[in-house]
Every structure is written in C-alpha cells, then in structure tokens.
C-alpha cells in the first residue's frame, strides 16, 4: 500500500538523499519535504503523512521538539530523527517519544528497516481491543 513520508531537513542536499533512499525502497510512496519545523506543520494539514523522518538539528524547533508536536497532532505517526549527536541525553529523548534514532552518516540498510517496520499494520493496544 502506498504512503506519504515527510523528510523535515534544513539541507536541501540532505532531504534529496533521504528521499532517494526512500523510492529506491518503496517506489510506489509519496515523498513530501520540508525544510523546517514549519514547513513540517503545515504541510501536515495538506496531506496523509504517515512516516516522518525529523534532521535533529534545524533553526526553530529542532527535530526533538519537532517530533514531540508532531505525536501531539498524530499519534499514530511513525517517526525517525536523524542526528550526527548521539549522547545519551538525545538518544533517550528520541526513544521517549516512540521515535527511531537514526545516526549521521546515514546507512541505506538501516533506512530501508524503519521504512519496512512502518509498513506494517499498527498494532492494537489493550484499550484499542477492550472497546
């Protein structure tokens, strides 16, 4: 089935090499791009985003804060940041939102995994079955 990606990244280049990854892996998905968190919120409301792959590093909300918003408005999103940094303090704060972390460079294996994982059916929670 196909889905919509968002690559949210200040780098123009960055974004093209993520999206590259992407249709080399699905080529049937739509790719929407953004180059900031703004962008990112704003082209929410346009279109079906069900993957969002978030550069840590970006003027205004940088892609933790990004991240936090994005799982406010839909939480169901699957999302990846992206980070060159990876103290511990991030690499907690990216898997306490539910969030892949995904280190700089980036590895087309590791790419094509999440885009896999996020092409599964959702799981149902406890509460999701009971009602």
Same mark, same amino acid.
């Given at each position: 089935?196909?889905?919509?990606?968002?690559?949210?990244?200040?780098?123009?280049?960055?974004?093209?090499?993520?999206?590259?990854?992407?249709?080399?892996?699905?080529?049937?998905?739509?790719?929407?791009?953004?180059?900031?968190? +703004?962008?990112?919120?704003?082209?929410?409301?346009?279109? $079906? &985003?069900? #993957? =969002? *792959? @978030?550069?840590? !590093?970006?003027?205004?909300?940088?892609?933790?804060? +990004?991240?936090?918003?994005?799982?406010?408005?839909?939480? $169901? &999103?699957? #999302? =990846? *940041? @992206?980070?060159? !940094?990876?103290?511990?303090?991030?690499?907690?704060?990216?898997?306490?939102?539910?969030?892949?972390?995904?280190?700089?460079?980036?590895?087309?294996?590791?790419?094509?995994?999440?885009?896999?994982?996020?092409?599964?059916?959702?799981?149902?929670?406890?509460?999701?079955?009971?009602?």
């Amino acid at each position: 089935m196909s889905k919509t990606v968002i690559v949210v990244d200040d780098s123009k280049l960055s974004r093209m090499h993520v999206r590259g990854i992407i249709l080399r892996n699905k080529p049937d998905w739509t790719v929407v791009e953004a180059a900031n968190s +703004a962008e990112l919120y704003e082209k929410l409301d346009e279109s $079906d &985003i069900r #993957i =969002a *792959i @978030i550069d840590f !590093n970006m003027p205004g909300d940088n892609g933790l804060e +990004a991240a936090a918003r994005l799982r406010e408005k839909r939480p $169901d &999103i699957h #999302i =990846a *940041i @992206i980070t060159a !940094n990876g103290q511990d303090a991030v690499v907690s704060g990216i898997r306490a939102l539910g969030a892949a972390f995904m280190p700089k460079p980036l590895d087309e294996e590791q790419v094509a995994r999440f885009l896999a994982v996020s092409d599964l059916p959702r799981r149902q929670s406890s509460a999701d079955k009971a009602g």
